[in-house]
Nanobody
Framework: QVQLVESGGGLVQTGGSLRLSCAAS????????MGWFRQAPGKEREFVAR????????YYADSGKGRFTISRDNAKKTVYLQMNSLKPEDTAVYYC??????????????????WGQGTQVTVSS
């Protein structure tokens, strides 16, 4: 059964940190690049960061550069997003997904019809 389970969100103050986790199952985890996405209220879901199968290739959207760090543990079938120096505009539901890499280096979900429940991140000012 295909499943993505995100966790680690919460309420933090501006400047705080959170570490998100996403446990994947149902597909051979190490075969796929993974990405993080987020959706703020009233906005479209947007790409945040992606990591290659081996973890050697990483790319961030401008919104997270210098503040976010994506990583993965293939043995645990889990991808992480360390978020530092959080801002109120980072408030959103965060999701992970299996991705392919576009010519621009961003991540796009391979199967857009499946998403996990996401994890809520709220940054207070």
């Amino acid at each position: 059964q295909v499943q993505l389970v995100e966790s680690g969100g919460g309420l933090v103050q501006t400047g705080g940190s959170l570490r998100l986790s996403c446990a994947a199952s149902g597909r051979t985890f190490s075969n796929y690049a993974m990405g993080w996405f987020r959706q703020a209220p009233g906005k479209e879901r947007e790409f945040v960061a992606r990591i290659s199968q081996s973890g050697r290739s990483i790319y961030y959207a401008d919104s997270g550069k210098g503040r976010f760090t994506i990583s993965r543990d293939n043995a645990k079938k889990t991808v992480y997003l360390q978020m530092n120096s959080l801002k109120p505009e980072d408030t959103a539901v965060y999701y992970c997904n299996w991705i392919f890499v576009t010519d621009q280096g961003m991540g796009v979900p391979i199967w857009d019809d499946y998403w996990g429940q996401g994890t809520q991140v709220t940054v207070s000012s």
